[in-house]
T-cell receptor, first 117, second 115 residues
């Protein structure tokens, strides 16, 4: 299994440009989510999905869109990039039911480092 | 509003020593408390997790201590090794098992274990 994969690894955008961060998982997980990681602020939830066709907002959703057309893929779209969106973005996935270990381990991808000039 | 407060921000420990990282939460509905470990350039990975109906959980050199009345939990790393040098995040969520996926993270602790 490849686990959770993210592309690209690095990206530089100009203010106002749009782009899509890709996320895919091959573990048949129902739950997928996007976090952003900023220095001194930990990871903050942007959007999440509990299954194909179902998405919802997290803590910091403004400026981002998501869709979930398949179980495997959960792309994050930046509509009009702003310098405040400079961050490292992580995608994560997990089962939605109680796992054998008694918890829902979230598996994180390697991240996309985004710089908006 | 930060719902999970983590301290210290950074920590230097000698090899073989004990590393202690503390977290405090506000939302009494939280019922799942994982710790994640992150190495530079990598995504976070689950280290150990605890439910509030137990006061301690140990896995190898890693122990979570949980104090429900004080709304605090901590990670203890015994016999700290240079390979433990990483950033550690505490987190919390509601809905043990299904639905317990919306994690609220602490701000992270950079641990450095010196020889």
């Amino acid at each position: 299994n490849a686990g959770v994969t993210q592309t690209p690894k690095f990206q530089v955008l100009k203010t106002g440009q749009s782009m899509t961060l890709q996320c895919a998982q091959d573990m048949n997980h129902e739950y997928m989510s996007w976090y952003r990681q900023d220095p001194g602020m930990g990871l903050r939830l942007i959007h999440y999905s509990v299954g194909a066709g179902i998405t919802d907002q997290g803590e910091v959703p403004n400026g981002y869109n998501v869709s979930r057309s398949t179980t495997e893929d959960f792309p994050l779209r930046l509509l009009s990039a702003a310098p405040s969106q400079t961050s490292v973005y992580f995608c994560a996935s997990s089962y939605s039911f109680l796992g054998l270990a008694g918890h829902n381990e979230q598996f994180f991808g390697p991240g996309t480092r985004l710089t908006v000039l | 509003q930060q719902q999970v407060k983590q301290s210290p921000q950074s920590l230097i420990v000698q090899k073989g020593g004990i590393s202690i990282i503390n977290c405090a939460y506000e939302n009494t509905a939280f019922d799942y408390f994982p710790w994640y470990q992150q190495f530079p350039g990598k995504g976070p990975a689950l280290l150990i997790a605890i439910r509030p109906d137990v006061s301690e959980k140990k896995e190898g050199r890693f122990t979570i201590s949980f104090n429900k009345s004080a709304k605090q939990f901590s990670l203890h790393i015994m016999d700290s090794q240079p390979g433990d040098s990483a950033t550690y995040f505490c987190a919390a969520s509601t809905g043990w098992g299904g639905g317990g996926n919306k994690l609220t993270f602490g701000t992270g602790t950079q641990l450095k274990v010196e020889l």
